[in-house]
């Protein structure tokens, strides 16, 4: 991961420019489900209508690379996943949009013995 995000994105602008419409609604639930461990889902969604969220924007990376580690100890970028919007540069120029779609294949506690050793950790598909 880049040490700094590409930059700071306003929830409405996640929305409409990303796609992401339901991000507010869907870190509420993720952040409900941290902090009560073990509750039912009813009690996790009541606790997630509930919460106050006291930013408005959050850091977005554009780019993130994916490295393996070789057996010499050396690692490697092995892959790479792009997301930006649509953009018009001054000279009305348009990039397309580019959402990468990625599976990622985590490990459960009983293979963290072989972590590493699959090089089909995860699978990009192009969108």
Known sequence: MALKPTKSVMFDNLASDYGAVDFQDALANFLACINNLGVSTYTMHWRAEDMLIPFCAVPVFHVIKFTK??????????????AWPEVVDLYTRTTPARFDTVIIHQDSPQDQGNKGTSNDLFSKLEV
């Open 69 to 82: 580690h070789r057996h010499s100890g050396e690692s490697e970028i092995s892959d790479s996943v792009h």
